[in-house]
C-alpha cells in the first residue's frame, strides 16, 4: 500500500502542480486566446469528442498511419529479409539506402506535395518512407547476428533448411524486429503529423492547421492533447506486443 | 575483389542514369529530378549564394534550439538520474510528451512567437530536449554503482561525488544524447520552416533551407532544385552526426 502510494504520489502531485501553473498563468494573462485555461481545453475536447469532428480526423489518421506503416514496414521487413538470403542484392541496395537514409520523412514533404497534391496520400507516403529505415536496419541486424554456433547445432542436429529459419533463426531475430517496429511507429507518428499539417486534407494534423486558421485555440490545445493520449496508447500497445511475444528473450531486459 | 567494389558506384550510377532517362522520356511530367538538371540548379544556387545562406540560417536555427535545449534537458535529465522522486514525478510527463510530435506545437509556437523564424526555434528545442533529458536520466543510471560508493567510502562529499564521478562517467551518453537530439533538431527544422514559412511569404529575409523549399514547390514547382535542397538536408545531417562522433570521441577517449 504504502509502496503503490510511493509511486503514484510524485506524478500526481507533478502534473497537479503542473495544471496549477497552467491555471495561474492563464489567469494572469486572462487572453483565452493566446492561452487557454485547462478548463476551457477539457470542454473543448470533450465536446469535440462526443458532438465534433474529431472521431472522423482521429480515424483518417488511424487509416494513415495503417496504409502507410503497413507498406513502409512491410517493405522494410521483405527487404532486409532479402538482403540477409541474397548478399548481392545488399551491396546493390546498400548505397541507394545509405543515400536516402539520413533524409528524413520531413525532407521528403515539399516533393510529396509536388508528387500527390495536397491529398491523403502525402502521410501516407511519409509515414512509409519514415517506417522503412528503422525496421530495416534494425531487421537486417536481426537475422545477421543469429548466433552461429546455434545454427550449426541446429544442423549437427540434422535440421533442415527451412527448420532451421523457422526454429533459430526467426525466433532470434524476432526482438529485433519488434524493436525495430517500435522505433519506426515513432518516427512513423511524427511524419504523419508533419505531413498532414503541411500537405493533407484530413487526420489530426490537418485539423491543427484547420482551427489555426480559425484561431481557435482551445480546440488547438484539445487536437494536441488528443495527439499525446493516441501517441502513448500506440507505443503501450507495441510493448504489450513484445511483452507477449518475446518475454523470454535476453535482449528484451535491457531493450526495454 | 576489384568487381566487388565496383558494385557500389554501378548501383548508385544507375540509379541516376534511370532517373535521367524517366526524364527524357518525359515520364511523369515534372515530377521527376534529373541529374543534369540538378548539377545546373546546383551551380546556379550556389552562384547566387541562396543555398548556402538557407542552409546557415537554418543551421543557426538548430543550434540555438540545441543550445537553450541542452541548458534545459542535461540539468533535467541529471536531477532525474540522481533524484528517483523527480524521475518518478517528471517520467511519465516526458514520455507523454515524446508522443506528440514537434510539429504539432506550430500552431502554439507561432501564435506565441510570431512567423519570424523564433517559432522554428522552438520547435527545435522541443524536438531537441526530450532525448537529451531521457539520455541524460539513462546515462546516470547506467553509472558503475561501485563507482560512486568507492568514492563515498573515501570521503568524498555529494558535490565532489557528482563533479568527480558522476559527470566524467556519464560523458560518452550525454555526447550520444547530443548526437542523437541535434539529428531530431534538423530532422524538425525543414518541418518547422516549412509551416511557419508558407505563411509568411517564403522569399522574407530569414529564409531558411525549409522555406526555400516551400518556395520552389509552391512558386517554381523546380523538382531539381527540390531534389538539391534535400540532399542538402541529408548531408548537413551526416556531417553533424560525423562532427558529434569525433567531438565524442575527444571528449572520452577512454570508450575506445
Given at each position: 500500500m504504502m509502496r503503490v502510494f510511493a509511486r503514484i504520489a510524485p506524478p500526481l502531485v507533478f502534473g497537479a502542480a503542473m495544471l496549477g501553473v497552467w491555471q495561474a498563468v492563464s489567469a494572469i494573462l486572462a487572453n483565452p486566446e493566446l492561452l487557454p485555461p485547462p478548463r476551457t481545453v477539457a470542454v473543448a475536447l470533450i465536446d469535440l469528442l462526443l458532438n465534433g469532428d474529431m472521431l472522423d480526423d482521429i480515424i483518417s489518421s488511424l487509416q494513415h498511419l495503417a496504409m502507410g506503416y503497413g507498406a513502409g514496414a512491410g517493405l522494410g521487413l521483405a527487404l532486409a529479409v532479402l538482403c540477409a538470403r541474397f548478399p548481392l542484392l545488399m551491396r546493390v541496395l546498400d548505397p541507394v539506402v545509405e543515400l536516402f537514409?539520413?533524409?528524413?520523412?520531413?525532407?521528403w514533404i515539399p516533393f510529396a506535395i509536388l508528387m500527390f497534391?495536397?491529398?491523403s496520400s502525402v502521410p501516407v507516403f511519409l509515414i512509409g518512407y519514415g517506417a522503412l529505415f528503422p525496421i530495416f536496419v534494425t531487421t537486417l541486424a536481426g537475422v545477421r547476428g543469429v548466433d552461429a554456433g546455434l545454427l550449426r547445432a541446429g544442423a549437427a542436429l540434422g535440421a533442415s533448411p527451412r527448420m532451421l529459419v523457422t526454429h533459430v533463426v526467426l525466433p532470434s531475430a524476432i526482438p529485433h524486429v519488434l524493436s525495430g517496429a517500435r522505433l519506426s511507429l515513432g518516427v512513423a507518428w511524427a511524419a504523419m503529423i508533419a505531413a498532414e499539417l503541411t500537405g493533407?486534407?484530413?487526420?489530426l494534423g490537418w485539423r491543427l492547421f484547420w482551427y489555426q486558421e480559425f484561431f481557435r485555440m482551445d480546440r488547438v490545445a484539445a487536437v494536441i492533447v488528443m495527439i499525446g493520449v493516441l501517441g502513448v496508447m500506440a507505443d503501450l500497445l507495441l510493448r504489450g506486443v513484445r511483452r507477449a511475444v518475446v518475454g523470454w528473450s535476453p535482449e528484451d531486459q535491457h531493450a526495454r | 575483389m576489384r568487381a566487388d567494389r565496383l558494385i557500389a558506384p554501378v548501383s548508385l550510377l544507375s540509379l541516376l542514369v534511370a532517373l535521367q532517362v524517366l526524364v527524357w522520356l518525359a515520364f511523369p511530367p515534372g515530377l521527376v529530378p534529373s541529374p543534369l538538371g540538378m548539377l545546373r540548379a546546383t551551380r546556379d544556387h550556389v552562384q547566387d549564394l541562396t543555398l548556402p545562406s538557407a542552409i546557415a540560417r537554418s543551421l543557426g536555427r538548430v543550434l540555438a534550439g540545441f543550445l537553450i535545449a541542452t541548458v534545459i534537458g542535461l540539468p533535467l535529465g541529471l536531477l532525474m538520474g540522481l533524484v528517483p522522486a523527480v524521475a518518478r514525478a517528471v517520467g511519465p510527463f516526458l514520455d507523454g510528451l515524446r508522443a506528440?510530435?514537434?510539429?504539432?506545437?506550430i500552431p502554439i509556437a507561432v501564435l506565441w512567437?510570431?512567423?519570424?523564424?523564433n517559432a522554428a526555434i522552438v520547435i527545435v528545442t522541443y524536438a531537441a530536449v526530450l532525448p537529451l533529458a531521457l539520455s541524460a536520466y539513462q546515462g546516470v543510471r547506467l553509472i558503475d554503482h561501485r563507482l560512486i560508493q568507492a568514492a563515498s567510502m573515501l570521503g568524498a562529499g555529494p558535490m565532489l561525488r557528482l563533479v568527480a564521478v558522476v559527470l566524467p562517467g556519464s560523458i560518452p551518453i550525454l555526447i550520444t544524447a547530443c548526437r542523437l537530439s541535434m539529428g531530431f533538431a534538423w530532422g524538425s527544422i525543414v518541418a518547422a520552416e516549412l509551416a511557419v514559412g508558407v505563411k509568411v511569404g517564403p522569399?522574407?529575409?530569414?529564409?531558411g533551407i525549409g522555406q526555400m523549399m516551400a518556395e520552389t514547390l509552391f512558386t517554381r514547382r523546380d523538382v531539381d532544385t527540390l531534389a538539391i535542397c534535400m540532399l542538402c538536408v541529408g548531408l548537413v545531417s551526416l556531417a553533424i552526426d560525423y562532427l558529434m562522433r569525433s567531438l565524442g570521441r575527444t571528449l572520452s577517449p577512454w570508450t575506445q
Open positions: 537514409r539520413p533524409i528524413g520523412a520531413i525532407a497534391g495536397v491529398s493533407s486534407d484530413s487526420g | 506528440i510530435a514537434p510539429i504539432a506545437w512567437f510570431g512567423v519570424t523564424g522569399s522574407g529575409g530569414g529564409a
